[in-house]
Structure formats: C-alpha cells, structure tokens
C-alpha cells in the first residue's frame, strides 16, 4: 500500500525544548492511523510539525512528493492536509454557514462541496444561520471537522474529536471517520482513551518521548492488550 | 406578510441613517450644522480604525499618522503646488496608501502589546516629521488653506467648500460612501474572513489562509479610509497643523470605537457623535469638564460594556452589523 504521508526522522521543539525525537511515521492510503500515548508523549507536537506550526528541525515530512516541511504553515492545508485541533477552536462570532464558506475559500470550491460536507453532517444543515458559538459540544466538533473537510483534504489530522463528549456523540464521530475512510481520506486520529480509538482504527502508533516506538494493525492490539499498559499506562 | 432579512433590515436602517443626516441639513441650527459636519467627517476616521481594530482585531495607536498622511497630502498640494481640490484629494488618499502600507508592512511583523508600540513610534516618527520640516508645514500653527482653493470643481459648476450647507452635505457624501464600502465590505467573505483572523489567527493559517497578506490588505484599507477622512478635513475645513498628527489624534478614534461599538457599521458615528457633544456640553457648563466627560464614560462603560451599538445589538437587535 502506498503512502499518503510520511514522516522521516523528524525532530522538532518549542524554543530550546525539544519534543520529536527521530520520528518516523507513515500514513498510508485510505487508513486511519490513531496516535497513543501518555500526556506530553509528542502526539499533539506531531501533528502540528506536520502543519507547520512547530517547526521541524531535522528529517523530512512528505504528502506524496510534495516537502510540507518546505512549505510556510498557511500552504500546507493548500497540499491536501486538514487539520482539527483539540478545543474545535470555531470562529464563535460567525454563524456556522460563515464558518464552513470560511473553509470553502481557501481552495476556491463550491456549492458541491459544500452540499457533500452538508451530507456527511446533517444537524449542521438546519443551523447554518446560528452563531457557531452557541452550538452544543458535539455540534461544535461536527463543525470543526467539517470545516476542515471544505478543504477536500487528501490527509485528514483530528486531535482528541471525542474529547468531553456524550457517547452518542462519540459514535457518530466514530461512524463519520468511518465514512471519511471510505472516500478515501487518510486520518491521523490522537487519542488517549483505547476504546476510542479500537472501533475505528487501522493501525495504532505508540508514542513515547517523542518517539513512534512501534506501530501495530489493531487486531494486535487486540491480541495483546498488554501493550497498552506498556505505552500508555492504562488499558 | 413576508418578513424582511436581517439583511434587508440592515441595508433598510444604512439608507435611513443617511436620509436622516441629509434632512438635518435642513433642520439644525448653523452651529450645530457645523459640529455635525465635523463629525461626519471625523466618523469616517474612525470607520477607518473600525476596520483595522474592531473587525480585524489590530489595536493600533498610530492611526493619527494615516489621518495626517491624507491630511497634509491634500493640504500640502494645494497650499504649495495649487493643485485644485480633486487630484489634491487624489493625492491625500495616494499617501495614506502608501503610508499604511510601508507601516503595515512593518508593523505586522509583531503582535499585541508590540503593534501598539511600533505603530505608536511610527506616528511619533511622523508627527516629528510634521515639526522638522517647518518650512512647508508650518508646524504647530499650521497652513490655512485660502477659501479661493477650496474649490470643487464639476462638469456643470463649481462647488465653494466653505459654505457650511455644501459642506455638510459633502462631508455627508463622503461619510455615505465609505459606511456603505465598509457595509459591503464587513458582509462580503473577506470582512468574514478578517473577523475570523480576530478569532484566532492560527486556525485561520490552518485553514490555508496567508493572515499576515489578509491584515496588511486590512491595514491598507484602513489607512485609505483614514486618509479620505484627513484629506475631506483638511479641504472642507482649510486648516492644516501638525496637531492632526500627535498622539491625541490616535487616542481620539480608538475612544470614538470603543464607545459607539467596535465592529458595528454604525458605531463609528454614534461614538464619535456622543463623545463631541458630551465634551461641548460639558465644557458650556464648567471648566473641569474632563471630569464630567470621565464620568460620562464610566457610566456608558457600565451600561454599555460593548458600546453603544455593540450592546444594543447584543441586547436586542442581533441583526445589527
């Protein structure tokens, strides 16, 4: 299978702290590849180096043959890569149809676009003229994911989706990472919790000290809960 | 009976406002006639800083500088080169884009507290400019501009700036075009987008969007505005001095903003209406009338904490742009 994204030997940090240490890391096709790991392991470090917003300061991080690690952090959604930080961060002032034109622009796409991220969301439809900031929590993270499914990404990024949500709510998140596999996208999904992630996941990564220690296919994990408690502590 | 859009409420209460300005024209006695024609144009100043801070989220203490940049580009051509009023607008405009920009283009390099600072020294820097070069500003006791080259001309006629009637109603012109530029604008996806950057400048990046290219076109837009306003002034009122340009004159819109209601249309012209007539009012009846106009401003802070506009549409009509 070929690889959507790839992350080779990659070091990163915030000022003089340094967080990634030689990480690797490969995203392939159409999976969903969930990121574990103990708090401050580098999980979310990984994801916004991917963006831009940490810069990597050795190794190389590629979409196809496009260097993103080359590219100023406002052109890397332009490659192909969305990104769903933790806390939905919505424009609240906006209404959410403002929110998801806000999405639209950046690309230049349309009305179909928009129809098709509408489908995949259909609470979002009936509250497009309501202020983005008085939506449930739930609600909230729709948005946030389909704001950045405007971009028609090729690589999805989504930090802790499920974070503080009701469990319905968890499983339609769950069942749209689902439906975005099967269009195609390839996620990078940071959670901490395993039940979380086992329902919908491909491939796990265990990161730790801001290395990608092992990456295992799922039914392993299923196989061997122990390995959870060996990188995260819990099971 | 089909209810009207908040989008047609909106554009319905703009035209209404200026309707309403034009009949005052008519109806205000010759001194308030004045102050309101001051206002008007003093109101598309702060429309300017509006753009900037309120909608774009850019707190800057240098927009005394754009003003002056328009104020003696127009002021400057017509005492010195006798250019007539309209390439003497043109060129009060052209210098508060070419300011705004080269300021912008600097400034946007720091955020916050630092913004504050580099624009602050960059309109010190250009009021300084106003001083030194006393040749051809005059400094502090500035240029009066001869009621013979307050001229403007049509196809048809000509048009004496110095009579109060067509003075309000050209200061009412400018001040009906810009809000409509700015109503149109803050409806448009850009005026969106600049109220996103406001939000949270690094989801915007996240969503593909160059911020620093979308705050200095902000910037620009601001400054031309600005810079409309300072070139009216100085054509409409004949008076040039480098007072325009010290740091008071970057105070004052921020003040007008806050108090009418940051990122509402409208605001601008109530804030900068209500803080003149407080402070004539005040000053008819005591010399201490900064004391009077602090109290005035605690109570509005306490009942309006969003502004004036900025409350009411909070309140009560959400509609509000």
Redesign the interface.
């Known amino acids: 299978m070929t690889a959507a994204l790839t992350m080779e030997h990659v070091d990163s940090a915030y000022g003089h702290v340094q967080v990634l240490r030689g990480f690797d890391l490969e995203l392939r096709q159409g999976e969903v590849l969930c990121l574990l790991g103990r708090n401050g392991a580098g999980k979310t470090t990984a994801l916004k180096t991917i963006m831009g917003l940490v810069p990597a300061t050795a190794g190389r991080i590629l979409l196809g043959d496009v260097e993103l690690n080359s590219l100023a952090p406002h052109e890397v959604p332009k490659a192909g890569v969305a990104y769903v930080p933790q806390g939905r961060r919505l424009f609240s002032e906006l209404t959410v149809g403002e929110n998801i034109e806000i999405g639209l622009m950046t690309r230049g796409k349309g009305a179909a676009t928009r129809d098709s991220v509408l489908d995949l969301f259909p609470v979002l439809r009936e509250r497009l003229k309501q202020r983005s900031g008085t939506l449930s929590g739930g609600e909230q993270q729709m948005l946030a994911m389909a704001r950045a499914l405007c971009l028609e990404p090729q690589v999805l990024l989504l930090d802790e989706p499920t974070e503080g949500l009701m469990p319905s709510m968890i499983a339609r998140i769950r069942e749209t990472v689902a439906g975005l596999r099967e269009r195609g996208v390839s996620t990078i999904l940071v959670e901490q919790r395993v039940d979380a992630v086992l329902p919908v996941a491909d491939r796990v990564a265990f990161i730790e000290n801001g290395r990608n220690r092992e990456t295992v296919d799922v039914e392993r994990l299923r196989e061997d809960p122990e390995m959870v408690h060996r990188y995260v502590g819990v099971g | 009976m089909t209810r009207l859009t908040p989008s047609t409420k909106s554009v319905a209460l703009h035209i209404g406002v200026v309707l309403a300005l034009l009949a005052l024209n008519f109806l205000l006695p010759e001194y308030h006639r004045g102050v309101f024609a001051r206002v008007l144009v003093l109101a598309v100043f702060a429309m300017g800083y509006n753009l900037a801070f309120g909608y774009t989220g850019l707190l800057s203490l240098g927009h005394a500088m754009f003003f002056a940049a328009g104020l003696y580009g127009a002021g400057l051509t017509i005492y010195h080169l006798e250019w007539s009023v309209w390439p003497a607008f043109g060129a009060g405009l052209a210098a508060g884009v070419v300011v705004a920009l080269v300021v912008g283009f600097l400034a946007l390099r720091t955020t916050g507290v630092a913004f504050m600072i580099v624009t602050l020294m960059f309109a010190q820097v250009f009021y300084l400019m106003t001083l030194y070069f006393t040749t051809y500003t005059r400094g502090e006791e500035g240029l009066v501009l001869p009621q013979e080259t307050r001229v403007l001309g049509f196809p048809g006629g000509m048009l004496d700036l110095s009579d109060p009637s067509t003075r309000y109603l050209v200061a009412l012109s400018l001040f009906a075009i810009v809000l409509a530029a700015i109503l149109f604008l803050v409806r448009a ?1 850009y005026g ?2 600049l ?2 950057i406001r ?2 400048e ?10 620093f290219v979308n705050k200095l076109m902000a910037v620009v837009l601001s400054g031309l505005f600005c810079a409309a306003s300072g070139a009216a002034y100085a054509v409409l009122f004949g008076y040039v001095g480098s007072g325009f340009a010290a740091i008071q004159y970057s105070i004052l819109p921020l003040l007008w903003v806050l108090v009418g209601g940051a990122a509402a249309t409208l605001g601008p012209l109530i804030g900068t209406l209500f803080m003149f007539y407080v402070i004539d009012t005040a000053s008819s009846y005591t010399t201490a009338h900064l004391m009077v106009v602090g109290l005035v401003l605690i109570g509005v802070i306490l009942f309006f904490p969003k502004g004036i506009i900025g409350t009411v549409r909070e309140r009560w009509l959400p509609w509000l742009p």
Do not use: D, F, K
Not at chain 2, 202 to 211: D, K, T
């Open positions: 996806p969106r987008s109220i996103a939000e949270n690094e989801r915007m990046r996240m969503l593909g969007y160059n911020v």
